[in-house]
């Protein structure tokens, strides 16, 4: 069976006055003609590479199965932020925005060394 995307969406908006709307967006977006088009092809992109790092740090060996996946990807993305923010991605922990941050427990409340009981 061969995938038409258009069709089913077509069906799904059938008797909708978003139809031709939708219609018409979803296939700027597939031919990603514009710079909205490619900006959102590369936040779908680096939205799969932000949910694989995640479970990667909870224990999920899905990322360790995807790399040569996501090797092709940044080949595919359009935009220069995009492509610095999948490297960011790669090298980041998911936990650091609070573990490091400074407004903590332990690093600022009443966790922290020295801090008055």
Not at 4 to 23: C, I, R, S
Not at 39 to 51: N, T
Not at 73 to 87: D, F, H, I
């Amino acid at each position: 069976m061969e995938r038409n995307e258009v069709l089913a969406l077509e069906h799904m908006l059938d008797k909708t006055p978003f139809k031709k709307e939708f219609v018409e967006l979803f296939n700027e977006y597939e031919e990603r003609k514009t710079i909205e088009a490619k900006i959102v092809k590369d936040a779908d992109y680096l939205d799969v590479d932000l949910d694989l790092r995640e479970q990667g740090e909870t224990g999920h060996l899905l990322e360790k199965h995807w790399t040569a996946q996501r090797k092709v990807v940044g080949k595919k993305l359009y935009t220069r932020a995009a492509k610095e923010l999948q490297k960011e991605i790669k090298a980041a922990n998911p936990h650091d925005w609070h573990i490091k941050s400074p407004n903590n427990r332990l690093n600022g409340g009443d966790w922290k060394s020295g801090a008055k009981k």
